[in-house]
Structures are given as C-alpha cells and as structure tokens.
C-alpha cells in the first residue's frame, strides 16, 4: 500500500487529534476502516498490542512478515526534515543504520560514510544492489557488534515497535562511539492504531522519561511531527 508520508501524518491527526478517545479506542467505531486498509490482516492488527510482548522474537517477525503485503509502502519514513539533520549531523566515518527497511538513508550516507545497515530481514537484491554497503540481518535489541564499533548510529522510526525497549535503548548505546540519532513519530497511544507501534511519544518527555537522559548531553525536538533525538558521547 503507497501512501505519501504526509498523508499518513494527516490521518493521524484526524484520528488521534480529532475522534474522541472513547470511540477512538472502540472496537466497532475502528472496525469498518481497519477492514478497508487491512482486509483479512484486520485480526491481527487488531490483536496485536494485546499479544505482542508475550510473542516469541520468531512469532513477533512472523507478524510482520504476515501483514507485509498491507503495511505502508514508501522509500522512507523519515520526513523531509529529518533527512537534512541527519545528514548535517553525523560524526566520524563510520555509521549504522538500524531498522535500515529499503535502505533510502544508507543509499545516500553511503556516497560519503561506510555505512552498515541492519534489518530483521535483508532484502537479497538490496544488497546486490549496493555492494559498498555493508547489510547484515540483526535485531535492535541483540546488535551483533562489539562496544562502541561505530561513530554514528542511527535508528528512525524503529523504537516504536520493539518488545523490549529498554534493551533496544541500552544496545543503541553500546555500540555508539561518538553519537546516537533517535526518530520516533509523535503520536498517541490508543488501543486500535494503524500500525504495529507497541510504544507511543506524543509528548518530548514520554521519549526522555524512556531514554534516561539524567547524564546525557542531548538534543530532543519536534521535527516535522517526529521526535529527533541526539545524543553525543564524551569517549
């Protein structure tokens, strides 16, 4: 399903902004859009905040490989914005991207960094595709990668899905030497939401209240109707 960014943004808002939160996380106001969007997937959008953090990391993938064929399809989720300061802001030579999807920001850091990029699933012919680009199939939450192994590490639009939270927070910083860049979309948590999200950030403490940020010399800002955080480290 293709559908620009800025419409999902606009969704969002009508949904999240302007629907009252009793019908907003009732089950048969939110039945007849889920089902025009999801068809036969409905069920398992509909069920899957409820399960997922019970699931198997192989259950949790399977969702995701199940409703592949209804998730939004687009080069990147990242806004416009967002691109530009993190193209402006990266630090060393060497940079991971986390939760890379079809590689859009690898592709472009890659003309001037070595980049790796890491995905639960790493598409063959992605990797073909650009040989100068290291792809390695992993999860946020057990990087295969040493202490500090890159000076750049950058995760967009991923910390919203994850099981463990915590845990994906503390491996980002593990392997970071230099900077750790953070996107999350700014949005409400409800029951029934358009996506697989299992953690919301509609305001910039609900981010830093997860992040820990009592020692951590950081940026957080509202970038376009996402959360862009950086964070720089004294190694």
Known sequence: MKVPRNLTLLVHFVF?????????????????????????KTECFFSFKEKALLMSEEEF??????????????????????????????????????SCGRGFLSKRLAQSYRVTAAD???????????????????????LPFPNQAFDTVICTHTLEHVQNLRLAIKE????????????????????????????????????????????QNFTCQNMGGDWMYVENFDN
């Open 120 to 142: 639960i699933v790493i598409d063959e012919q992605l990797r073909l595709d650009n040989p100068k680009i290291n792809f390695q199939e992993a999860s946020v939450e057990h």
């Open 61 to 98: 993938r399977n969702i995701y490989l199940k409703t592949a064929s209804v998730h939004i399809q687009r080069e990147t989720d990242l806004n416009q914005a967002c691109i530009e300061v993190i193209e402006a802001r990266i630090l060393g030579n060497s940079v991971l991207d986390i």
């Open 16 to 40: 999240d902004q302007l629907i009252p939160p009793l019908l907003r996380d009732s089950r048969w106001f939110m039945w007849l859009p889920f089902k025009m969007l999801f068809g036969d």
């Open 172 to 215: 980002l910083r593990r392997v970071a030497a230099k900077q750790l860049i953070i996107v999350v979309p700014k949005q409400r948590p409800y029951k029934y939401t358009f996506d697989l999200h299992l953690h919301f950030f509609p305001y910039e403490h609900s981010l830093l209240k997860q992040l820990d940020i009592s020692d």
